[in-house]
């Protein structure tokens, strides 16, 4: 186990809705980042907080948007959920920067979009 | 074109044979190269990291980077049904967002 934990474990939405999934960081860390993962396809980067401020991000519409607390958790929302948005959202922490050496992945949160 | 292309297989071996996994990148500027391994319903989990070119071994497995034709690789020797899982290969762009290819799936059966 990582210590990255998030929740819930599966959502299921309908189109048009908003959704909020949490991400509670390995102790120590103060890097969050965000991936999605649509089925048979890797990790697409969504967004990276450093220290609460966002640090980067991926191709993704402003209707994805974030927050880094100051226990470093973090949340990722999504508004006006589309079908396409159903995939596995990741979390994942390290320490510090350049990051990506030590990045520790949470299980995911499985959004279905109907 | 893909940034980074990896063939979803899947591959399916017997156990103890030699796995070849292979992934190619587009972006001659990406200097940091890693394997994850990822089981059904959980996250991916760092396998190996490597910088530049060159070989790098643990245990069983060992990474491979040829920047000149832009390929990365990662060979399982001895393989085990318990190394059965999805193996994304991951560059680093910028330092701020890793680049997945879409993983392969392997099946090692007894």
């Known amino acids: 186990e990582t210590g990255v934990t998030q929740s819930p474990t599966h959502l299921i939405k309908t189109r048009g809705q908003q959704v909020t999934l949490r991400c509670s960081s390995q102790?120590?860390?103060?890097?969050v980042s965000w991936y999605q993962q649509a089925l048979g396809q890797g990790p697409q980067f969504i967004f990276q907080?450093?220290?609460?401020?966002?640090?980067g991000r991926g191709n993704f519409p402003p209707r994805f948007s974030g927050l880094q607390f100051p226990n470093y958790s973090s949340e990722l929302n999504v508004n006006a959920l589309e079908l396409d948005d159903s995939a596995l959202y990741l979390c994942?922490?390290?320490?510090?920067?350049?990051?990506?050496?030590?990045?520790?992945f949470g299980s995911g949160t499985q959004l279905s979009v109907l | 074109q893909k940034e980074v292309e990896q063939d979803p297989g899947p591959l399916s071996v017997p156990e103890g044979a030699i796995v070849s996994l292979n992934c190619t990148y587009s972006?001659?500027?990406?200097?940091?190269f890693m394997w994850y391994r990822q089981y059904s319903r959980k996250g991916p989990e760092l396998l190996m990291y490597?910088?530049?070119?060159g070989n790098k071994e643990d245990g069983r497995f060992t990474a491979q980077v040829d920047k000149s034709s832009k390929y990365i690789s990662l060979f399982i020797r001895d393989s085990q049904p318990s190394d059965s899982a999805t193996y994304l290969c991951?560059?680093?762009?910028?330092?701020?967002?890793?680049?997945f290819g879409t993983g392969t799936r392997l099946q090692v059966f007894p």
């Open positions: 994942a922490s390290s320490l510090g920067q350049p990051t990506n050496e030590k990045l520790f």
């Open positions: 102790s120590g860390h103060n890097t």
């Open positions: 907080y450093y220290r609460e401020e966002e640090n």
């Open positions: 972006n001659s500027a990406f200097q940091y």
């Open positions: 490597t910088y530049s070119s």
């Open positions: 991951a560059t680093d762009h910028n330092t701020d967002k890793l680049i």
